[in-house]
Nanobody, 125 residues
Framework: QVQLVESGGGLVQAGGSLRLSCAAS????????MGWFRQVPGLEREFVAA????????YYADSVKGRFTISKDYPTDTVSLQMNSLKPEDTAVYYC??????????????????WGQGTQVTVSS
């Protein structure tokens, strides 16, 4: 069984920073990419950022481009999301995810295969 465990969420003031981490564990699994999504109650889960697992290419939603940075670490099988210049509209539950097939046309959350339990990020104004 594959497990993705997020950590690092919390409460921060607007303009501040947080770093989310996601550790993969359990059985070895192949993945084309890992990424982060976020969800606000009543809305669909939306794509935030992704990183291709072999090449390390990065992809971002327009709303976070220039403020968020996704990175990966092979030895620890971890993916991280550095979030700077946070805004109140970044408030959401953030989910780590992995997918066996990835392209820039596959940002929809239903196309991703593995999910973490989510971590709350709250940005106060």
């Amino acid at each position: 069984q594959v497990q993705l465990v997020e950590s690092g969420g919390g409460l921060v003031q607007a303009g501040g920073s947080l770093r989310l981490s996601c550790a993969a564990s359990g059985r070895t699994f192949s993945r084309a990419a890992m990424g982060w999504f976020r969800q606000v109650p009543g809305l669909e889960r939306e794509f935030v950022a992704a990183i291709s697992w072999v090449a390390g290419n990065t992809y971002y939603a327009d709303s976070v481009k220039g403020r968020f940075t996704i990175s990966k670490d092979y030895p620890t099988d971890t993916v991280s999301l550095q979030m700077n210049s946070l805004k109140p509209e970044d408030t959401a539950v953030y989910y780590c995810a992995a997918t066996k097939v990835f392209s820039t046309s596959r940002y929809g959350s239903k196309l991703w295969d593995y999910w973490g339990q989510g971590t709350q990020v709250t940005v106060s104004s």
